[in-house]
């Protein structure tokens, strides 16, 4: 599935380069690429990237080829993998275990072909092997898993026990994140709008208090707000009801400008971090989760379809008809 051009919506079924591995990649058979928000914004041209290109960065699948260099023992084990394809290797933020801040970096889905395809080259160092009971539409979670421990995780985490937490934006997202949260012993609402309503039951049947936008909330209540819906007047909500003293971890992304009560920030002295993409760290903390067993990320899968279907799938992901949308290449 092609994003042909910068033109809004030229995205098709398309014909590319057949994927061979190159010394260090292997090539994967796709069993579950995730839709992601990014691939919306992408769809809308609100994301650059490199056109004509394969989208699709959560990936899950089987190990089909490898290049030189590669163990050949890893042909037909499963695993998920990060995203990045290429970096420059030496730069500060490289050198410091954060490569989705370098510069030249290049990624599966938008620089590079990426897994809504029936293959994709990745590096061997991306891979991780999911637990062996999980399903591939839900271990092709891993990678917003990983960004969701990149943003919740500085040298320790930004949640304590028994912080309260609210998490505005109950997509696949803000689902990850509030299950997260509680791990750390956070007290979590999860708030979204009259839209959301399918989303915010599912988050209800996860055991999380709910909360839609124009209920009343009582304001400076929350120690930490992760704030996972791009929107601008859930962006307003958060700052609204962080207590003073208190954190914003910004996830969500508007693909525009916007216009906030940033006086806040200052009045109560809060403290605002984020987490572009992911990074290795967060990676082997998002396993570790992983194979804990605490996280349900099955129950956020609402369709697995096969390529072929991947209009019906973004359609739906617009249109917020459930919470993540898997293609599945080997179903058509």
């Known amino acids: 599935m092609t994003k042909r051009s910068e033109g809004y919506g030229d995205v098709a079924l398309a014909e590319r380069p057949e994927p061979k591995p190159r010394a260090g990649t292997v090539v994967l058979r796709t069993a579950g690429a995730g839709i992601c928000g990014t691939d919306l ?9 490199a056109s004509p290109v394969v989208m699709g960065h959560e990936v899950c699948g089987f190990v089909e080829d490898v290049g030189e260099g590669v163990d050949p023992a ?7 993998c990060e995203t ?3 970096t420059c290797g030496h ?3 490289c050198r410091s275990g954060r490569p989705n801040l370098c510069a030249i970096r290049k990624s599966i889905g938008s620089h590079v072909d990426g897994a809504m395809a029936p293959r994709v080259e990745v590096p061997v160092v991306n891979l991780h092997a999911p637990p ?11 990678e917003p898993l990983a960004c969701v421990t990149n943003s919740l995780f500085g040298e320790t985490s930004y949640i304590e026990p028994g912080d309260k937490v609210l998490v505005v934006g109950p997509g696949a997202i803000g689902l990850i994140a509030a299950q997260v949260a509680r791990i750390q012993g956070g007290d979590v609402t999860l708030r979204g709008t009259d839209r959301d309503r399918q989303r915010l039951e599912v988050g209800e049947s996860l055991g999380f208090d709910i909360s839609y936008a124009g209920d009343d909330l009582p304001k400076d209540s929350f120690d930490v707000a992760i704030e996972c819906s791009g929107n601008m007047h859930g962006y307003a909500d958060a700052l609204r009801f962080l207590a003073k003293a208190g954190h914003l971890a910004q996830m969500g992304l508007s693909g525009a400008d916007s216009s906030l009560p940033t006086d806040l920030i200052c009045y109560k002295e809060l403290t605002i971090t984020s987490g572009f993409a992911s990074t290795p760290r967060s990676w082997r903390r998002a396993m570790r989760l992983m194979h804990s067993g605490k996280l349900d990320l099955q129950c956020l899968v609402s369709a697995t379809l096969p390529l072929s279907q991947w209009k019906e799938a973004f359609d739906r992901s617009f249109a917020l008809d459930g919470v993540k949308f898997v293609l599945d290449p080997r179903l058509d």
Do not use: T
């Open 74 to 80: 890893l042909l037909g084990r499963r695993f998920v």
């Open 84 to 86: 990045f394809f290429s």
């Open 132 to 142: 062996e009971a999980m399903s591939d539409a839900a271990a092709s979670l891993a």
């Open 41 to 49: 914004h992408i769809f809308k041209n609100e994301y650059k990237v």
């Open 91 to 93: 730069c500060a933020h």
